[in-house]
């Protein structure tokens, strides 16, 4: 059975059989000058060429018989003219998609070439491994953190001959095994709820804008982390800023793999669904990115912790408490981030729905109409 390709708003999509072909172009998707192009071929040609995909036209009268003193044209004429005409459109066909190629390779310059090289990096499978790594080391790093603080308590009650600071530091160690809980239930619960809600919108160029400019905003982070911690001599703005670029740099890759959100991309939309569809994009990135964040500051904030626990050790108390106290707060939000997420996507995504309804409403009203009439 023959297989089709059609370029569809400038992207290709396939394989179809002929039967699918004439549903797409029963429903105004395809029209008669869409480029096609059968399976194991390759020339691209206008959809009009292929035979049956339309239904015929009506039938036009029989020609007026040629002017005196011209001869008819003969069947042998008329097949090589339409042969010849045929021949015509199939090369213009290719020189306009071989310069369509070209116009957009040039047009891209040097940041199309960053978002191609960003999206080759993390594409869905790298994206998907990484997020998947990154919530099971968040996992053992609120281990590593517990005992941390544990050890910070007890060393800070010997230091101080204050038995309270070990009662501070198992209420601490107590509400981390609990966040700990809730964030392991709540970890999953995202893809699940970006699986439910499937969106459509009409390009991804917005996106790829969105994603160069999450980029050079995470970049931006990181460098001015390191520059404030070169300058203040304190570990915390590195540890934020690092946070913060791989924490975006994880949204770059899941908003160049759409089909991670559950994204359609390439179908027709009003303009108030592509609305939607980009606010739709920018919560479910940060949904879909919730187990890396969460193991992101859950390694972050373990490491500042064991870093505390040796300044301690040598005896920088200042240094020591200060360090232990923000790390111990970038593990809790940590472990808050996936139960909070999701909580603002789903409450955010209800005002989404009620939108999505008025905007459906017109449309259901001439339906109802229709079938009054």
Known sequence: MLKFYANINGTNEGPFTLEELKELASKKKINHNTYVIIEGTENWVAAKEIEGLFPPGPKLPNLPPPPPGEAPLSSEDAAR??????????????MAMAYGATLTSK????????????????????????????????IYAMVLAALGILAIAILSAVKNSEFIHIVIGLFAVFALSLTQYFASKFMDSGVRVISATPTRMGSDALIEAIALITFLLSLGALVFGVIITLQSETIYPVMIGTALFLSGMLVVGISLNPNMLNINIGETSSAGEEAIGIISFGYKSWLRAIPAVFGILSILGSLQIVWAFIKLVVGDMLTGYAVAASGSIMVFAGGLYPVLGLLIFLYSYLLIDVISAILSLPGKLDSTRSKNS
């Open 81 to 94: 003219i339409a042969r010849q005409g045929a021949a015509a459109a199939k090369q213009g066909a290719q």
């Open 107 to 138: 047009s891209t310059g040097f940041w199309g070439g960053v978002i191609a090289f960003i999206k080759k990096i993390l594409n869905e499978a790298i994206v998907t491994l990484i997020i998947s790594k990154l919530s099971q080391a968040g």
